[in-house]
Each structure stands twice: as structure tokens, then as C-alpha cells.
Nanobody, 121 residues
Framework: VQLQASGGGLVQAGGSLRLSCAAS????????MGWFRQAPGKEREFVAA???????YYGDSLKGRSIIARDNAKNMVYLQMYRMKPEDTAVYYC????????????????WGQGTLVTVSS
């Protein structure tokens, strides 16, 4: 599976942004799809995941300020973020995996290249 994240950019604090992840090479319908982020000098952090059965999971950082969704027909995954804060600034990565534990990077076998999100104060 090849993953291509897009939609990053500069947004003001309090604003919204939607990230997209386009998958190719294989259908994503049987994969858990996740979003992680990594700020400079920090470890990669779980943001959200959607299972093959459409169960959704959110990390503490963006819980209540984000929605993850998948469109299997288009082989796409989305992350809508709201009320963004400067501390949301990071490179955001989409990932695909089949393991049951969705919050750790080791559960994912395929990674996109990342898209930079910058939130200005």
C-alpha cells in the first residue's frame, strides 16, 4: 500500500484544516487507518484511527477537536481538525495496518510521507 498525505499548510489558531490520505496499490477496506503527528524534537504521537469496521479512536491531543473518516470506495482517509492550537504544529502522517492496537506506530505497516501543519498564534 502506498500512502500520500496532503492538505497541510498554515492555519491560524482557532481555525480548521482537513487532511487527506490517498491510498494506492491495494484496497484499504481491510486495514486500520491511522493518523500520527511528529513535532520537532518529539516522538511520533498517535492522533486518530479508524478500523476496518469503522470504529474510531482518538488520542488525547486532538480528542474533541478532530474527526477521522474513511471512504473505501475512493481509497481515502480524512482527518478534519477544528479549533486548532499552536501546539498542533507538526508533520502529520497517515498509516495503514492490521494489528489490533491502534495507538502505537509498530501496529502500522505502511506510512505516507507526511504533510506539514503549522498553526500560528
Amino acid at each position: 500500500v502506498q500512502l500520500q498525505a496532503s492538505g497541510g499548510g498554515l492555519v491560524q489558531a482557532g481555525g480548521s484544516l482537513r487532511l487527506s490520505c490517498a491510498a494506492s496499490g491495494r484496497a484499504i477496506s481491510t486495514y486500520t487507518m491511522g493518523w500520527f503527528r511528529q513535532a520537532p524534537g518529539k516522538e511520533r504521537e498517535f492522533v486518530a484511527a479508524v478500523s476496518w469496521s469503522d470504529g474510531t479512536y482518538y488520542g488525547d491531543s486532538l480528542k474533541g477537536r478532530s474527526i477521522i473518516a474513511r471512504d473505501n470506495a475512493k481509497n481515502m482517509v480524512y482527518l478534519q481538525m477544528y479549533r486548532m492550537k499552536p501546539e498542533d504544529t507538526a508533520v502529520y502522517y497517515c498509516a495503514a495496518g492490521v494489528a489490533d492496537i491502534v495507538v502505537v506506530t509498530t501496529s502500522y505497516d505502511y506510512w505516507g510521507q507526511g504533510t506539514l501543519v503549522t498553526v500560528s498564534s
